[in-house]
């Protein structure tokens, strides 16, 4: 089997979110399976140097982007195992960051016409394209509409993963014709209130669709989550489904990880150090006793954050608890938290940055986890939080509902605790059983058995996508 992975970013070349990560991890993971994949990914201006200098140009080939050819160098690396390839264009990639131009539409309908025109150049034909999220998800409807009658490209089927449905790419519709080179005729596979919708395309274009869980593959034939396709995605339930994501369990080891002052496997006492010492960094009282409850985010309103400006300084004023945050956003929620480090600065730590080493380090260090999230299609955070012994506490959506059970005292089972209402006093009143909890040694034993017992791997989810893979190639 032969699969191409075509996306934005992955880790670690180029990250914005969850995306690269999966980017990174899952072709490991079906590698370890016997699948030849590859990745195909823009040459950013934003790649470090340390991947550049391991480049190797293979050649170049012209793209057609409407009465245009636009250059295309074509780079190749081999990192972890898994071939690289990387689409080079000055105009388009030599930018700053990777998101948020004015010309996003042209920057990635040149992408996705490349990822197709690249493949008998660099001799790779595939059995399969995997194509992820908006930026990728006209492939399929390129290959429908260009390619299609060329022998080379007449078997190659498609698999179109939706990461996040709330973005789309919507571009005018004159994207169509001059950028796309596709006729009317095609417009209604991409119509959206008289644009054009990328990620449309490709729900409606490839031979099946999936999304990152079970749930949220559910919630996004509804109108609150479908965000205007819940119809389409309805009509096209029998080729969607939904796959958990997992995490790189290599490079998220407690046992092994340089960041960690302790390293542990599911020893509290070691775990505890590093709270420790994650106290005295942050200039938090050093007390192993005092629970500490955790948000590694995106300081955006989709990750719950107004509820939590709701309750946090009654929950700081009241309760014998510290709270440490990580993240970056918009800039009212990244005030709020500084003001609120300002008020509780023996209880609330608001680090207003991204730092990787961080972020472990809070894992390893916190006791709860806290992802009260409007929607959250997968979630990642929440899988490195139990991977790390950290406890989540978390709103019954997407992933979420999908991975972390709430704990039973009766039966002693789960690895979390949930609520199901967006609601502030639900959320409160949970984090609050958690922190009870976590003052009775004998529940707290069990939940963090249970956490650091669960398979937070890539592999169950790489077999259920090569299987897709098998039915549509055969």
Known sequence: MKVLFAAAEAHPFIKTGGLADVIGALPKALKGAGVDVRVILPKYRGIPEKFTLKMEHLTEVYVPIGWRNQYCGIEHMVYDGIPIYFIDNEYYF????????MDDGER???????????????DFQPDVLHCHDWHAAVIPMLLQGHYRHN???SEIRSVFTIHNLLYQGVFPYEVLGELLGLDSSYF??????????????GIVYSDRVTTVSPTYSEEIRTPYYGYGLDGLLNARADVLSGIVNGIDTKSYNPA?????????RSNLAKKTENKLALQEELGLPVDANIPMVAMVTRLVDSKGLDLLTRVLDELLYKDDIQFVLLGTGDESYERWFKEAAWRYPTKLSSQILFNDALSRKIYAASDIFLMPSKFEPCGISQ???LRYGSIPVVRE???????????????GEGNGFTF????????????????????????????????????????????????IYNEITE
């Open 94 to 101: 030599g930018r700053d960051g990777i998101y948020g131009y």
């Open 151 to 153: 022998p080379f490209y």
């Open 108 to 122: 990635f309908a040149f992408y996705n016409r490349a990822v197709l025109e690249c493949l008998p150049a660099i």
């Open 383 to 385: 899988l490195l939080a």
């Open 188 to 201: 209604g596979g991409v119509e959206y209130y008289g644009n054009v919708n990328f990620l449309k395309g």
């Open 420 to 467: 199901s209402n967006y609601n502030a006093h639900d959320m409160m009143f949970t984090l609050r059983r958690a922190i009870s909890l976590y003052k009775q040694p004998e529940h707290w034993k069990k939940i963090t058995k249970n956490a650091f017992a669960g398979d937070y791997s890539w592999n169950v989810s790489a077999q259920q996508y090569i299987d």
């Open 397 to 411: 959506t997407g992933g979420l509902n999908d991975t972390v059970q709430a704990y039973n005292e009766e039966s």
């Open 256 to 264: 092994t990880d340089t960041s960690l002052v302790t390293r542990y």
